[in-house]
């Protein structure tokens, strides 16, 4: 049963009749307020960051007071590529194309692990592309029910990435839940489009495409303890993650750890802050607190990065880390 599916269509025929929560429009729309951001930084930090503001900025979005909000990056991602292939010469560059997905997330609040990816995909032999426009999966909107604009997304991003998805170019995508809309959600609402089963096809995770590529990772002896995000495992599985740990060198034990608890935006909620935090106590929490400070921990999505950087004195890593 696709409970995701069940879920967003019930939200979507529901609300058409009554105004959604303050949590639907602060999270679900969290693309429009992150593009703002983007222009004014230091000032959306001090309203999410100094206590006070913070507080207000909470309670009005639906948000729990337990959890900090996550930062915004002085500099996005995209506007770091940018400046960057401006110093770079790709006239003679022969190497084969690769688009790295800079999606919501990890484009302003974590964009080191964007970079960490194009580093990666450099030394496997790759030119790494990074589509301009300011694009979102639509993940968030699905999980509260917002189709019609969802599907609006979904449009606008196979008819940017058109001119790559007939060329064959494969699409690395860091963040699992977006890699899953991909796999799943874009062909459901387009099924008939050509170009979104190419967008299908031609997405890939990270580790899904280091295998393919037959890259060589440099080798770190190091034990780790692996979280797969739940999209991650449902969709895609963990094998790859594991294959391509396994030739770094790590020792990587993967949880049986179920769901992280943060669920995307289900634990930022208040009313769902103590059920998060319960079934992050299941498993993952737990161990991680336990684990010896050299093992690395890892897990791709960003709730659950954030989910073990609330409830742990540690800092999860991306694979692309």
């Known amino acids: 049963m696709d409970v995701a599916t069940y879920k967003a269509e019930f939200l979507y025929h529901y609300y058409k009749d009554q105004p959604r929560p303050a949590s639907a429009h602060a999270m679900g729309q969290i693309y429009r307020w992150a593009n703002i951001a983007a222009r004014y930084p230091e000032l959306a930090n001090l309203i999410t960051q ?56 990890n484009n302003h609040f974590f964009p080191h692990t964007a970079k960490a990816a194009v580093e990666v995909l450099e030394s496997a032999g790759w030119r790494v592309q990074v589509p301009r426009r300011n694009l979102c999966c639509g993940r968030p909107l699905f999980d509260y029910g917002f189709l019609d604009h969802a599907k609006d997304q979904l449009g ?88 391509v740990l396994s030739r770094v060198g790590l020792d990587a034990e993967l949880l049986d750890s179920g769901c ?20 992050g106590e299941r498993v993952l929490l737990p161990r991680v607190r336990d684990a010896n400070r050299d093992t690395l921990i890892l897990t791709d999505g960003f709730s659950c990065r954030e989910q073990i950087m609330h409830g742990t004195p540690r800092h999860a890593l991306h694979l692309a880390e």
């Open 50 to 105: 100094t206590p006070g503001l913070s507080g207000f900025a909470k309670a009005v979005g639906g948000i729990t007071q337990h959890r900090k909000m996550p930062a915004f990056a002085r500099e996005t991602f995209k506007s770091w590529f940018e400046r960057r292939s401006k110093h770079v010469d790709h006239a003679n560059d022969e190497r084969p194309a690769v688009i790295l997905w800079a999606d919501t997330f």
């Open 156 to 243: 606008e991003i196979v008819d940017a990435l058109r001119p790559h998805l007939t060329k064959g170019i494969p699409i690395v995508v860091m963040e699992p839940s977006c890699a899953s809309v991909f796999r799943d959600e874009l062909t459901n609402l387009f099924p008939a489009d050509q170009d979104a089963q190419r967008l299908r096809q031609q997405v890939v995770t990270l580790a899904e495409f280091l295998n393919k590529s037959n890259y060589l990772p440099p080798t770190l002896k190091r034990k780790a303890l692996l979280h797969g995000h739940c999209h991650q495992k449902a969709i895609f599985g963990m094998k790859n993650e594991q294959q």
């Open 260 to 279: 992280c608890g943060l669920a995307g935006s289900f634990g930022f909620e208040e009313s769902h802050y103590d059920i998060s935090m319960k079934i």
